[in-house]
């Protein structure tokens, strides 16, 4: 399968704790996206990463990439309560014709108040 | 600016009958995707349509399952004969093309008696 592949599948934490999740992949990509789905709907777009940056933040988020291992780490800092929801790791294989993201089955992650 | 829509939100059908599911994206966005998510897994892939280009169907799973799109508007899913396996939420994103990041619909949640 190229789909990503995530990592721990559920995690629980407490809040203020840091929540790490990983992502590994198969195939050349043009770049990996972490999405956010809340309560099994719509998914929100976190982050982009090219395959030629190692790291890249977003305010909480940090996310890193390693494309000889092809692996992607997602790790939120000092979480919330609200961040509770599936995270999903999404290469974009470079080996397709077309532009379209194969998304893994995702992380559930809980955070307790 | 308006961002992804779908109707309904909701769509209870009969095993054996026709649906369709509707995506408007955002405006100006030239490639839409269609996504199917069974209950607690992740996204499955069903079709891309990305400008003019012919539409990747390679994750439409029988041929039951169709897709159009008018432009780069609207598009509709159609399952028909529906089967209780089909019963899921059917995702719709919209991007800018090429290793832009897509922006999600709230979803159509189907369910198939």
């Known amino acids: 399968s190229q789909q990503g592949e995530e990592d721990p599948q559920a995690l629980s934490i407490q809040e203020g704790e840091n929540a790490t999740m990983n992502c590994s992949y198969k195939t050349s990509i043009n770049n990996l996206q972490w999405y956010r789905q809340n309560s099994g709907r719509g998914l929100v777009h976190l982050i982009l990463i090219r395959s030629n940056e190692r790291e890249k933040h977003s305010g909480r988020l940090r996310v890193t990439l390693d494309t000889s291992k092809k692996s992607s780490s997602l790790l939120i800092t000092a979480s919330r309560a609200a961040d509770t929801a599936s995270y999903f790791c999404a290469p974009q294989p470079r080996s397709y014709n077309t532009d379209k993201l194969i998304f893994g089955t995702g992380t559930r992650l809980q955070v307790f108040p | 600016g308006a961002g992804v829509s779908q109707s309904p939100s909701n769509k209870v059908t009969e095993k054996g009958k026709d649906v369709e599911l509707r995506c408007d994206p955002i405006s100006g966005h030239t490639a839409l995707y269609w996504y199917r998510q069974r209950l607690g897994q992740g996204l499955e892939f069903l079709i891309y349509?990305?400008?003019?280009?012919?539409?990747?169907k390679s994750g439409l799973p029988s041929d039951r399952f169709s897709a159009e799109r008018t432009g780069e508007s609207v598009s509709t899913l159609t399952i028909q004969r529906t089967q209780q396996e089909d019963s899921a939420v059917y995702l719709c994103a919209s991007s800018f093309g090429t290793v832009y990041e897509q922006y999600f619909g709230p979803g159509t949640r189907l369910t198939v008696t």
């Open positions: 349509f990305q400008g003019n280009s012919a539409p990747d």
